[in-house]
């Protein structure tokens, strides 16, 4: 079974511009959830979506936002971007709803980082 | 509010010297506790669940325990390739929708 893929791996952008990050989950699990990873930090929960609707967030700025398609990839979304948004932007992937044992499972992350 | 606390921050071991890594808690309501190992520029890779106290689960050299404040993870005659940030994170009965991080012990396993 393939395990939760992130596209690009790596991106360098500058102060101002917008980006946005890819997330394919595992083959039938329906909710992914988006991580910040920054050393100081650690992991921090942006948001959480399922059939295409988030169901949670964190305590991030409106500059974050998400959605998910009905094929359950997702896409996280940054505007005007700070230098403090340089981070690993995880993924993670579960069944979802109802499920007793809801492991999540995380993709490699998208490196970015804010010139 | 709900919190992970890990500990020690980094932890340095001969390859063969057992020891053990830290995770205290406070939720309201634990669903579920979950181990992590992360490598250098990598996301966090699924080791353990434990979801009620007083049990435990192994795999390889590592053996991950729970009880209603703590959890230790116990590594048994580890080798350098155990070398990497182990992660703690729990996930509240009130909301199973995400999971809250520890700051992550850094292990290194001389030869």
């Known amino acids: 079974k393939a395990g939760v893929t992130q596209t690009p791996r790596y991106l360098i952008k500058t102060r101002g511009q917008q980006v946005t990050l890819s997330c394919s989950p595992i083959?039938?699990?329906?909710?992914v959830s988006w991580y910040q990873q920054t050393p100081g930090q650690g992991l921090q929960f942006l948001f959480e979506y399922f059939s295409e609707t988030q169901r949670n967030k964190g305590n991030f700025p409106g500059r974050f936002s998400g959605r998910q398609f009905s094929n359950s990839r997702s896409e996280m979304n940054v505007s005007t971007l700070e230098l403090g948004d340089s981070a690993l932007y995880l993924c993670?992937?579960?069944?979802?709803?109802?499920?007793?044992?809801?492991?999540?499972?995380f993709g490699p992350g998208t490196r970015l980082t804010v010139l | 509010e709900d919190q992970v606390t890990q500990s020690p921050e980094a932890l340095r071991l001969q390859e063969g010297e057992s020891s053990s890594l830290n995770c205290s808690y406070t939720?309201?309501?634990?669903?579920?506790l979950f181990w992590y190992r992360q490598d250098p520029g990598k996301g966090p890779e699924f080791l353990f669940t434990?979801?009620?106290a007083g049990e435990e689960k192994e795999k390889e050299r590592l053996k991950a325990t729970l009880t209603k404040k703590e959890s230790f993870l116990h590594i048994t005659a580890p080798k350098p390739e155990d070398s990497a940030t182990y992660l703690c994170?729990?996930?509240?009965?009130?909301?199973?929708?995400?999971?809250?991080f520890g700051t992550g012990t850094r292990l290194q396993v001389f030869p």
């Open positions: 994170a729990v996930q509240a009965r009130y909301n199973t929708d995400k999971l809250i």
């Open positions: 993670a992937s579960s069944s979802g709803l109802g499920v007793i044992h809801n492991e999540q499972f």
């Open positions: 434990l979801y009620s």
């Open positions: 939720v309201s309501g634990l669903r579920g």
């Open positions: 083959s039938g699990h329906r909710s």
